[in-house]
């Protein structure tokens, strides 16, 4: 695969201690997205954040914390149905907020057109900004990703991805090589 870009994977501190976030198309129609919390202090709750296939970030849901007011040192589950039936790639991220004001985004997440049939699929190819994304398919796998030039030189490594997704940013135009 031709890409254009450099990698980064996307990690933000939230003020909630967030054990764990993850995005699943359940169907043609919706998207399910489930989180978890290990301890909340002063928070308010979660704006839910949909990006279709670059097309901007937009908030489409508030889930309220289920913490009593605001502060929970025991875990919390959520969970939350985004009706979404685009074909193409759906990014999803956590903007977490507290009483205070203060507020912060969880990693990101991205799930798969219904019937996109690649396992691995990379996404804007080519790119114009730098910019790219890489999703795989099952999101419970652990695999090791390289980026390469078109000499073969290793630019980038990432071992024992666990995340469905990695952002690439920040290369040279030119073309690169993906090995998982």
Partial sequence: NA??????????????NL???????????SVGL??????????????VERNLSNGGWQSIAFVETKAIRGNSSLPLA???????DAKGISQYRLRQVDIGGKQAYS??????????????????????????????????????????????KTLKQWKGVTNNNIQIDNLNAGFYSVRI
């Fill in 107 to 152: 990693q990101i997440r991205a799930v798969r057109g219904e019937g996109q049939k690649a396992k691995t699929i990379i996404y804007p190819n080519p790119s114009g900004d730098g910019k790219v994304n890489i999703v795989f398919e099952n999101v419970n796998s652990k695999r090791d990703v390289s980026l390469m030039d078109v000499s073969g």
């Fill in 3 to 16: 890409v254009s870009a450099s990698v980064q994977i996307e990690c933000a501190t939230l003020p909630v």
């Fill in 78 to 84: 959520y969970e939350f149905t985004d009706l979404n």
């Fill in 34 to 47: 489930k989180w978890e919390t290990a301890q909340e202090e002063h928070s308010e709750g979660f704006y």
């Fill in 19 to 29: 054990k764990s976030f993850t995005a699943t198309r359940k169907n043609s129609s």
